[in-house]
């Protein structure tokens, strides 16, 4: 039996009104700091090796380490959380290996074509995002504590394994040289000793931690200002990228690309979401945090070893803009009590 025609209006109502809602409260912010990127770029002729650098050498190790120290969740929920942001990884990458052998795509694209599909945006878009689903229902703290790990999880992967994508993409190099590469990366040591700050910290008495948080406060502060700062230089850096893009022809599979990451990553976390039999409050959030646009990382990494940097900045440009929609529908899908397993 079809639904009223008024059923089917405030059904509609509801769906622009969230897309609206995140559009302006959260896609809009990044569009605005990338055109500034853009512009600055068409202007000045910004150089991108070394905005590469500043992101990887001085933002992201902060934000990596800031990330960790603060975070307070389960050991539970946290191996949960790693273990299906990895299998979700793994998912997704086989599926695009699948498809980019049956469609032909170039051998010295598909480590590019990777990227884009397995690492996304799950921080500074995905943690907005995750405070504006569950905002009205007063556990947008809740949220955002479950998404730094997928956060974590992505940035770790991204400088282990998409270093080793991203710097074997269009020349072969010795694990070796692979190795070297990675061990060259701060935010790798900046994971390190996050882990290392962690395990002292619960070893110390409240007295002792207190004394030492004192002594180290000025690097506390220094760290929350480079923190503030990485999501406007990443985005202007993205925007800067764009506008150095030159005009090629179509080999670059930016549809699938988008395909691959916008809806093939939130139908195989449902899948996933099955298999593992989550419930409830975790399942929504993990379900939301899948559909999230690739990673300017991926722009990064493939910026500095000039693996097709334009092909990524492109799919990060589209996979960001048309998110709206996607995300919009997944976190319907997650909040709508459509699915037993997302309801609580």
Known sequence: MPLPPIFLALAAETLLSQLGEIFHGIVLPVLILAGVGYLLQRRLGLDMATLSRLNFHFCIPCVIYRAVVTTKVGAGEVALIVGFSLALMALLAGLT??????????HDRRNALLMTGIFYNSGNYGL????????????????MALQVFVMIVQNFTSFTVGIWLAANGKRKMTLGGVLRETLRFPPV?????????????????????????????????VIGYIYQAFIAIALCTLGAQLGSVRSKGSKDPIVLSVVLRLMAGPLLACALIWAFGLHGFVAQVLLIGSAMPTSVNCMLLCLEFDNHPDYVARTVLYTTLLSPLTVTGVVLLARGGFWPSLAY
């Open 128 to 143: 907005p995002v995750q405070d504006l689903a569950f905002r009205s229902v007063g556990r947008s703290a809740d949220a």
């Open 97 to 106: 290996v699948l498809v980019a052998s049956w469609t032909g795509i170039p």
């Open 189 to 221: 040591y900046a994971l390190a000793l996050a882990l290392l700050t962690v395990a002292v910290r619960a070893g110390l008495d409240e007295a002792a931690a207190n004394q030492t948080a004192a002594w180290l406060n000025p690097i506390w502060v």
